[in-house]
């Protein structure tokens, strides 16, 4: 079965850029989005179709995705992006990372 | 308002069952393709079923293949999850997600969740 690979844990600097890796086989032939949940609430999409963001996101979430890799990049990160953060693809049926807990410190 | 809200939850014994709904409202239910997504305590999310938006096509995680049965009655702009022969690694929040118009299985739209405790 298909496998997305996150790093447990992030951390970055108030203001700084952050950046959470998604590492699959040729995850580039396919489309990744990106989802945050902070603790005790849904999951929220946050980054669909490797880069696109839905209406409400701030400009500040990007992504991309080439290789075996997709990206979700923060910038200039705010203490509210502190997050659990989901990578997701599609394989016959959907497939999630394990998760990326960023902290802002 | 676009909304999924769940129920159903609850505490049961390994074994037991329990049947899981959500109610969509806001949109066009029946245009929409749905999931149901989990999440152990503590842990990440893990998908669980899919249907089809006239729910002829169906298909379920190995986890949960021939426990659980995913419907909808479109008529009723619901989803449910009859979940049977539960066990203990089945405690979780139990989402339920529609799935947008953007492809690739990516979901825009999630409930609250309902909470699934098994143990004797």
């Known amino acids: 079965s298909y496998e997305l690979t996150q790093p447990p844990s992030v951390s970055v600097s108030p203001g700084q850029t952050a950046s959470i890796t998604c590492s699959g086989d040729?995850?580039?032939?396919?489309?990744a989005c990106w989802y945050q949940q902070k603790p005790g609430q849904s999951p929220v999409l946050v980054i669909y179709?490797?880069?696109k963001r839905p209406s409400g996101i701030p400009e500040r979430f990007s992504g991309s995705n080439s290789g075996n890799t997709a990206t979700l990049t923060i910038s200039g990160t705010q203490a509210m992006d502190e997050a659990d953060y989901y990578c997701q693809a599609w394989d016959n049926n959907v497939v999630f990372g394990g998760g990326t807990k960023l902290t802002v410190l | 308002e676009v909304q999924l809200v769940e129920s159903g939850g609850g505490l049961v014994q390994p074994g037991g069952s329990l049947r899981l709904s959500c109610a969509a409202s806001?949109?066009?239910?029946?245009?929409?393709?749905m999931n149901w997504v989990r999440q152990a305590p503590g842990k990440g999310l893990e998908w669980v079923s899919y249907i089809s938006s006239s729910g002829s096509s169906i298909d379920y995680a190995d986890s949960v293949k021939g426990r659980f049965t995913i419907s909808r009655d479109n008529a009723k702009n619901s989803l449910y999850l009859q979940m049977n022969s539960l066990r203990a690694e089945d405690t979780a929040v139990h989402y339920c997600?529609?799935?947008?118009?953007?492809?690739?299985?990516?979901?825009?739209?999630w409930g609250q969740g309902t909470t699934v405790t098994v143990s004797s």
């Open positions: 040729k995850l580039g032939d396919k489309y």
């Open positions: 179709q490797d880069s």
């Open positions: 806001g949109f066009t239910f029946s245009n929409y393709e």
């Open positions: 997600a529609r799935m947008g118009l953007y492809g690739s299985g990516t979901m825009d739209v």
